[in-house]
């Protein structure tokens, strides 16, 4: 029968959950000792004090907003007497949790990667209507209100949009919803007067509640063939929608999802 090796022992524990978990197999046998020794990054959420059980990491990873220490990103400054962690050099800082994009900017200088960032109210006020390439979802009425938008390019990058993000964008007449993605949160285009088309991707699986309410521009829509549910109101008010078909994808419709004059029509 084959054995695992350390090196062997040291890729399965990668999926451990917890540092219980990774004291105990060190336990198991002589050969597993000192494996998370050999780790240069740690695998799993660490606190000020679990993490002396890795003594070699050079890549930190947050994981959640909890586990820095007290410090925010401040890692090198010292706060707490008890907060050794934050005295350690760390070659590069990977944040998994969610952050909005003036926090990135304020650690721009530093070595820190930011995987999940929002582009929130706040930071369209502060930095313009540009979303930058680095953001992953569009906060909750981000653009909401914003009369002056006409038109607006979407990373490619944006996997998501929170509620209401461009609702009450009544000159927005256009626009083109990224591949990527795959959540558009309640009303987001609500009371959008204005708007004329709009391109949603096929790996789209719902279109929320409230979603195109309102907008009294619209005159063809093509909900793709993953779409398997449409909400309530979510087309209504959209009067100059003559005629929409439904995928057979679709399982469910909400109530006065298409205003009255819309002819629907189910595909085979």
């Known amino acids: 029968m084959c054995r ?29 000792g000192g494996n998370m ?19 070699n990491i050079e890549t930190l990873h947050f994981y959640n907003d909890d586990e820095n220490f007290g410090n925010g990103f401040m890692i090198n400054t010292k706060e707490n007497e008890d907060s050794e962690v934050v005295l350690r050099e760390f070659y590069r800082i990977i944040v998994w949790f969610n952050v ?14 930011f995987k999940n960032v929002t582009y929130t109210q706040n930071d369209r006020k502060k930095f313009g209507n540009n979303i930058p390439q680095t953001v992953i979802s569009i906060g909750n009425d981000c653009f909401s209100g914003c009369s ?9 990058s944006v996997t998501s949009f929170g509620d209401r993000c461009f609702s009450g964008c009544i000159n927005l007449n256009s626009i083109t919803v990224p591949f990527g993605v795959t959540s558009i949160g309640n009303g987001c285009f609500y009371g959008c007067s204005n708007l004329i088309s709009v391109n949603i991707p096929s790996n789209l699986t719902s279109i929320n509640n409230f979603c195109f309410d309102g907008c009294s521009s619209l005159s063809s829509i093509t909900i793709p063939l993953n779409v398997t549910s449409i909400g309530y109101m979510c087309f209504y008010k959209c009067n100059s929608l003559s005629s929409v078909i439904i995928p057979s994808s679709v399982k469910y419709i909400g109530e006065d999802s298409f205003p009255s004059n819309t002819v629907v029509y189910r595909s085979k």
């Open 148 to 156: 002056s938008l006409s038109s607006i390019t979407i990373p490619l």
């Open 4 to 32: 695992l090796s350390g090196y062997h022992i040291m890729i399965v524990s990668k999926y451990l959950k917890t540092i219980i978990d990774f004291i105990k197999l060190e336990l198991v046998c002589k050969k597993f």
């Open 37 to 55: 020794e050999k780790f240069y990054f740690n695998p799993i959420p660490l606190n000020s004090k679990t993490i002396r059980y890795f003594p």
């Open 100 to 113: 909005d994009f003036e926090t990135i900017n304020r650690n721009k200088s530093r070595n820190i990667e």
